[in-house]
């Protein structure tokens, strides 16, 4: 009986000793809010990697803004200044300007306003402009030169895919359907 008794006890401890080796070399409370190793700069990127417009008609030019936003911070805050961003079209793109999308603003800059976590690239669609038998995709990158400042690289490159679908049917109120 005392043999059993000393069994278990010593099972118990070595499962007590094991726990205590297993949760205490855990770091959860340590934290690093930044994404840069030394957590030194601001990060920046595009908060979607890709983005699709497709269109069943023709409906004109569309405005449609896709967001780029502060990723990471030194301080936790928003940057006190305003921070440039630069995009560009990639040479890989399929989109042609000028048929499926035109830029609103075609200085190739974008600004996060100072005390703030985002901006907004405005980009004009054209719906008339799809191709319906293939997809074409606008590929942008962007870049910074602000002081303090990175472009993030998961989230330097957006890249959207227009496609247009022909529709046949006009419109149901064209037909005239009896059921019975």
Do not use: H, R
Request: glycine letters at 6%.
């Amino acid at each position: 009986f005392k043999k059993k008794i000393m069994k278990n006890i010593k099972t118990l401890l070595l499962a007590l000793v094991a726990s205590t080796f297993a949760t205490s070399c855990l770091v959860d409370d340590e934290s690093n809010p930044t994404f840069t190793p030394d957590g030194s700069a601001y990060v920046v990127g595009f908060d979607n990697a890709s983005a699709t417009e497709s269109y069943f008609m023709d409906e004109g030019a569309i405005e449609k803004s896709y967001p780029l936003s502060l990723k990471g911070s030194p301080t936790g805050l928003n940057n006190p200044n305003e921070i440039v961003i630069n995009y560009t079209m990639d040479p890989a793109s399929t989109a042609v300007e000028g048929a499926e999308f035109d830029f609103v603003d075609a200085s190739g800059e974008l600004i996060i306003d100072a005390d703030s976590d985002f901006a907004l690239l405005p980009i004009s669609i054209n719906t008339g402009g799809f191709d319906p038998a293939a997809p074409t995709e606008l590929i942008l990158n962007i870049s910074t030169s602000a002081e303090n400042t990175i472009v993030s690289e998961q989230y330097q490159t957006l890249t959207i895919k227009f496609v247009g679908c022909l529709a046949t049917v006009d419109s149901y109120a064209s037909y005239n359907l009896d059921i019975e």
